[in-house]
């Protein structure tokens, strides 16, 4: 391990193999950390705070710090980190709370640019891109894959579909749904096709793409008709890809609503 001399470790931390604590950082009680983590200068660690492998962690983050919810009495609730995240200046990620899941997940691979805010008991997948001053507020999904653009807000008990695309300044309080490129603010956000370039870019099979494209053109593009017959229809005729059929899925268990 590498601990700066500035650096404040306390006692009853847990740090793994090659860890790297640069200046001026300040790691609280009930925090571990896993190996060859770095946090590079300036970071706060607080709470009961599970920090996986091989994180990158730039100046001026605080994590796992108590809740801004004024529910919150100091109860005892985690934050749990994976592993290869990279969380870039001023991000903030807030613990659980009782009301909610008592723990904040996030998961691997993600990028967290600068500003960017993970409130209360959301839950992040893997993969995750959210870009500059995007915000979360408490108890939202984001799905693996997921793009959350600049400055967007993402109301609270929301979700982002898998592999969606959000477009940045946008204001989204209902889902969004994956696969799918989403844009706007409140009442006007609107969806605008699949995010068939981004999926491209992942790899996604060619006819897999198609099939989302097909999908969407009967779900959203036929207007002659009630939306619940067109769901209806591509239920019972397809394409019933995987992707199709998680598309399908999470309109269905949509609580809030979902942008169209």
């Known amino acids: 391990m590498k601990i ?11 740090l793994g193999e090659d860890v790297e604590i640069g200046p001026h950082c300040i790691i609280g009680a009930g925090v571990t950390i896993g190996a060859r983590t770095r946090l590079i ?4 660690l607080e709470g009961f705070s599970e920090i996986g492998e091989d994180n990158l962690v730039f100046p001026f983050c ?7 919810d004024l529910k919150y009495k100091g109860e005892p609730t985690r934050l749990a980190l994976g592993s290869r995240n990279t969380i870039r200046e001023f991000v903030t990620i807030n613990r659980g709370t009782q009301g909610g899941h008592q723990v904040t997940c996030i998961g691997s691979d993600n990028l967290l640019m600068a500003y960017a805010h993970v409130a209360h008991d959301c839950v992040v ?30 109301h609270q008990f929301c979700r982002v579909g898998k592999e969606a695309f959000v ?7 209902r889902d969004a749904l994956p696969y799918i490129k989403t844009v706007g603010d409140r ?14 870019r992942k790899q996604m099979p060619k006819e897999s793409i198609a099939a989302l494209q097909q999908a ?11 939306f619940e017959e067109r769901l209806a229809e ?6 019933h890809t995987e992707e199709v059929l998680i598309l399908l899925d999470f309109m269905t268990t949509a609580e809030r609503g979902f942008i169209r």
Not at 167 to 173: D, E, F, H, L, N
Request: hydrophobic fraction near 35%.
């Open 125 to 154: 997948g893997s993969r995750v891109i959210m870009a500059n001053a995007a915000t979360l507020a408490g108890h939202v999904d984001v799905m693996d894959g997921a793009t959350v653009g600049a400055s967007t807000g993402v």
């Open 4 to 14: 700066h001399p500035s650096a404040i470790v306390h006692p009853d931390s847990v």
């Open 187 to 200: 009442n006007s956000a609107k969806t605008y096709g699949i995010n068939s370039i981004g999926l491209e």
């Open 62 to 68: 605080s994590i796992g710090t108590a809740p801004q």
């Open 234 to 239: 591509v239920r019972l005729h397809g394409p």
């Open 41 to 44: 200068s300036h970071v706060i």
């Open 167 to 173: 477009g940045g300044y946008s204001v989204i309080t």
């Open 216 to 226: 969407y053109r009967r779900l959203f593009q036929d207007h002659k008709r009630p």
